[in-house]
């Protein structure tokens, strides 16, 4: 059985291609959204799906490998998530199962206007400097952080989230009001993100480079009609064994392990 670690419409879509090559597949996912999007995968036939829910740590991925006879590790989680990478590693190496690293291919930025940060601590403090109405493209995971930074207390802060009923509430929880909630789900073209920015009154878009199926390019361009200083917070740099940009590079490393 080939272990996903999902979370992501890359998963997700690497799920599919190795189901229906017949391939036995464990997924996690990070939500119960998720959870709904893969459980569609189950009805469609070939290899068989299961599917994971829990938290897993380094402990508790190496248990799940000797429960589930796990013959390789596939990590498609966002490419922001860090630490599920690093342990995924480390446990795959004291389990020697092969691991491979679905990459997406980052957006250029050519737009002069951005400002490339390392951390979300850096692009509270930018943002702070760059204008009043900060509007945040960033998810719900790290949003506690731009509303308790001292640097934005008197900005106005504006969350365009997923429209799920536990992010609402995060929202509600960390003291944002209806008015600065956008709850919808995207990627958005040019004309909607550029719509919400003036609608919003945006002074500062922040952002991370989560390439074209996250739709960031969309997010320049719709900036760059308006003259909006974007902040693009860094993807992080790992040293991963095996590295894969597209669906059919991830299915042949799997076919090379000779798993089933």
Do not use: W
């Not at 893969?38 to 068989?48: H, I, N, S, V, Y």
């Not at 940060?117 to 850096?122: D, L, Q």
């Not at 997923?162 to 995060?170: F, G, Q, S």
């Amino acid at each position: 059985m080939i272990f996903v670690a999902s979370g992501t419409q890359d998963g997700r879509e690497i799920v599919r291609c190795l189901c229906a090559s017949g391939y036995d597949v464990a997924a996690s996912v990070v939500s119960s959204y998720g959870q709904q999007l893969l459980a569609e995968q189950q009805k469609r036939g070939g290899g068989r799906l299961i599917i994971n829910d829990t938290p897993l740590d380094e402990d508790g991925l190496r248990r799940f490998f000797s429960e589930h006879e796990i013959r390789a590790f596939v990590d498609a989680t966002h490419p922001y998530a860090v630490n599920v990478s690093r342990n995924a590693m480390t446990a795959c190496a004291a389990e020697g199962i092969p691991y491979i690293r679905y990459e997406r291919n980052l957006t250029d930025i050519s737009y002069e206007n951005v400002h490339l940060v390392h951390s979300y601590e850096e692009a509270t403090e930018v943002a702070a400097r760059l204008g009043k109405t900060v509007f945040l493209t960033t998810g719900s995971r790290n949003l506690e952080r731009f509303v308790k930074a001292p640097s934005l207390v008197d900005c106005t802060l504006i969350a365009r989230v997923l429209p799920t009923a536990d992010v609402i509430a995060l929202c509600e929880d960390l003291g944002l009001t209806p008015a600065q909630i956008i709850a919808m789900q995207g990627p958005f073209s040019r004309e909607l993100n550029r719509a919400m920015y003036e609608k919003y009154g945006a002074d500062v878009v922040v952002t991370k480079n989560s390439g074209t199926i996250g739709g960031t390019d969309e997010k320049f361009q719709a900036a760059e009609d308006l003259g909006l200083p974007v902040i693009v917070i860094d993807r992080p740099v790992l040293a991963y064994p095996h590295l894969a940009h597209t669906y059919e590079e991830v299915k042949d490393f799997v076919d090379l392990m000779k798993v089933s």
